[in-house]
């Protein structure tokens, strides 16, 4: 099995493709064949990981021109074209180097994203969004004596959002992230609705209201690819369009196309 791996070195600040072969082994993934690469073939290879639980979200990167989470994602399917992921088009995925996906597996860096060194790229902006939503509890409610109570349906739709990991795989699978720098991002805006219908809060529209703006909920064009990617399902499609579906009861409306912030 052959991994191609795009390669970048800050200190000249080339970029290049080197090719690796590796021994397959059952049940290996992308990461253990970038361990197998750093261990055996080239120990300046730099990627980043965590636990390897596929819970942590440390290790996403472009595998296959998909972005996905090098600790689950098995070598052999991807040979296979068992885990095929149908994206809407978007430069990283349509532009640059040819492989052959029966017999390479192409690895590269999250995209829209600063790249440090080969697959480590600057979350930075991506927390930098993740802040901008003021993601903490903000109880508007005298606190009980023992614990919050919530019926059940209530916290089965909070979980669609709290499971979220932050991996950034969403925000590098999103069109409107690479035409627009100032756009939150599917995970942001997943964040904030999960806030927003938290009974524990106030159970006003103020948490909505942080984003109703161009670069917020109305930057989404509804492409679906965050869903597709999420290694947990999350879907911030449907927090969207629910937030903006609110807003438009509220008597906000979408920006003209060219209006600026």
């Not at 806030?195 to 917020?216: M, N, V, Y």
Request: proline share 8%; with cysteine.
């Amino acid at each position: 099995m052959r991994l191609k791996v795009l390669r970048f070195d800050p200190a000249k600040g080339e970029r290049r493709y080197d090719a690796f072969d590796v021994t397959s082994e059952p049940g290996m993934t992308v990461l253990d064949a970038l361990f197998a690469v750093q261990n055996d073939l080239d120990d300046s290879l730099a990627f980043r990981y965590a636990c390897r639980g596929a819970v942590c979200g440390s290790c996403a990167m472009l595998i296959d021109r998909v972005p996905r989470l090098a600790c689950r994602t098995q070598v052999a399917r991807l040979l296979e074209g068992a885990d095929r992921v149908d994206l809407k088009p978007y430069p990283a995925i349509t532009d640059g180097e040819p492989w052959d996906p029966k017999q390479e597996i192409l690895v590269e860096p999250l995209p829209h994203l600063r790249v440090l060194k080969d697959l480590v790229v600057d979350m930075e902006k991506f927390f930098d969004c993740y802040r901008a939503v003021e993601p903490v509890l903000k109880p508007a409610h005298e606190v009980p004596e023992r614990e919050y109570r919530m019926d059940g349906e209530t916290v089965r739709e909070l979980e669609r959002y709290t499971n979220c990991i932050l991996c950034g795989a969403c925000v590098g699978a999103c069109p409107i992230n690479a035409e627009n720098t100032e756009y939150l991002g599917p995970a942001a805006l997943a964040k904030l609705y999960r806030f927003h219908i938290d009974t524990r809060e106030a159970g006003d529209d103020s948490r909505l209201l942080l984003a109703d703006k161009p670069s917020g909920w109305w930057g989404c064009k509804f492409h679906t690819n965050c869903k597709r990617v999420c290694p947990k399902g999350v879907p911030p499609n449907l927090a969207i369009g629910s937030a903006r579906r609110r807003l438009t009861e509220m008597g906000s409306q979408p920006p003209e196309p060219d209006e600026e912030e």
